[in-house]
């Protein structure tokens, strides 16, 4: 079974999919938005399998509410648009359903559900879509085993290269994010994330104390994790020091 969300701003648009998911008996309805505000509290709410999204709505886009999920389900467009379609597969939509759209053809789009990469794998449009929202993105999209989700930047203690990816490192849980450290490190707050090795990062409002030796440094987080400050980050912690 499968819980399914609608959001379309047009009560048509949510009537004919509504009329055709009767033909699916695993496809469960648990709600319908007509905006993409009330969509964001609804999709967090429930938690759905899958969610047919609108692009085009009052207050902001379908894109956008992707932005805002604290976990990503599966997609598929219905819009009356058709510009929006290279968009919306690089976010790995199931299917784009482009309006005015037949029976057999919403068919093709429920029966495309199996077929479609599974969750656990990369959206890199849609945690693109995320850390690019602001200057300094106050969420980051990461993996916790097959579910993307959102978790806040604050509760990042540390930052650990991991191949061409990073570990997140919260007080309870280590995350995976598809960016590698070079680009996290752009990307977030420099005032508060600082590099201190090429595989490490440090939230400074997480440390805990600061232990110097002869010749370098190592930080103690508040989660109690010890990070080496290597030669070449040196200077990025002797500015902290007054």
Not at 98 to 121: G, M
């Amino acid at each position: 079974m499968r819980k399914v969300i609608i959001v379309d701003d047009e009560a048509s648009g949510r009537k004919l999919i509504k009329e055709y998911l009767q033909d699916f008996d695993d496809l469960i309805l648990l709600g319908e938005a007509n905006n993409g505000v009330d969509a964001v509290k609804i999709i967090n709410e429930f938690k759905p399998d899958l969610v047919f999204l609108d692009i085009q709505m009052p207050g902001i886009t379908g894109f956008d509410v992707l932005t805002h999920l604290e976990e990503l389900p599966q997609i598929i467009f219905s819009t009356a648009y058709d510009q929006y379609a290279l968009k919306a597969f690089e976010v790995h939509a199931v299917d784009y359903l482009l309006k005015p759209y037949t029976k057999d053809r919403f068919k093709v789009a429920v029966e495309r559900l199996s077929e479609s990469i599974q969750v656990n794998n990369a959206r890199p449009l849609a945690e693109s879509l995320l850390i690019e929202n602001s200057k300094y993105p106050e969420r980051i999209l990461v993996q916790k085993q097959n579910k993307l989700i959102t978790i806040s930047t604050e509760d990042v203690i540390r930052i650990e290269a991991f191949g061409d990816y990073s570990k997140l490192i919260t007080k309870d849980n280590t995350f995976l994010s598809n960016y590698g450290i070079s680009i996290l490190e752009e990307k977030l707050n420099d005032a508060i994330f600082i590099r201190v090795h090429r595989s490490s990062i440090i939230n400074l409002n997480k440390v805990k104390e600061l232990n110097k030796y002869t010749k370098s440094y190592d930080v103690t987080m508040q989660n109690g994790d010890v990070v080496r400050v290597s030669r070449g980050y040196m200077d990025n912690i002797k500015k902290l020091m007054y």
